[in-house]
């Protein structure tokens, strides 16, 4: 059965340009050409499309090329542990999420246990502390999303309660999509002591990381219909 552009793009409700932009990312099978020069579908294709169309609002466009990339490769497992990190990941951003909510709703920091009798932190006990990564701590401080104290001495940065608070806040709103200008006020109104704000914040990003995570669950459910079809399963 052959089927046309239009004819998937009004199930899908997008647009027959958004279906030539899915395939020029080279992750759905080629398609004949009817006599005319248009182009006609399978229900291969169909479900190439919907797969991608029911993706990436939870996985995002990388991860979704990636995963049907690995599909049409055949790496079946390959593909569903990939999919099973992005979940893993979205898991730890609402843990994350959670925390820190409880953080601002205490307005105190749990777990502030530097070691010996200092009163700050250093880059790696932040990293184990909040789960991210010195790399990324020190992006955000060239990006001017956080600044840091120095050691006099050695030059080393210093973390206190409130660095590390403004680094957990960073890394959930980035987890839940908000601009870099939005994560910015977030932390300047945090930094003047706003808590309302942040908490405010911190609580739409919960429900941002549900709606992702319901998002993913929608695309694997797409995905496996995909891989059904395909006998891959």
Known sequence: MKIRPIDIARKLNISTSTLRRYESWGIVPPSERAANGYRMYTEEHVAYFECIWAMLPGFGRSITKEVLRKVQRK????????????????HQDKTMAEKTVRILENEELDNFEPEGKR????????????????????????EGLISLPRDQTNGYRRFHRNQIRQIQ????????????EVIRQ???????????VARRFA??????LNSINRNQMRGIYYLYRLLSLLELL
């Open 186 to 196: 977030v932390i300047k109104e945090l930094g003047h002591n706003h808590i309302e």
């Open 169 to 180: 806040m960073i890394r959930i709103l980035r987890s839940a999509n908000y601009p870099l």
């Open 203 to 208: 609580r739409d990003s919960l429900e941002k």
């Open 75 to 90: 790496e079946v497992d390959d593909a569903l542990w990939l999919v099973n990190k992005q979940q893993a990941r979205i």
């Open 119 to 142: 009163k700050w932190m250093t880059i790696g006990e932040v990293s184990a502390l909040t789960g991210v990564s010195s790399s990324a701590i020190r992006h955000w401080e060239k």
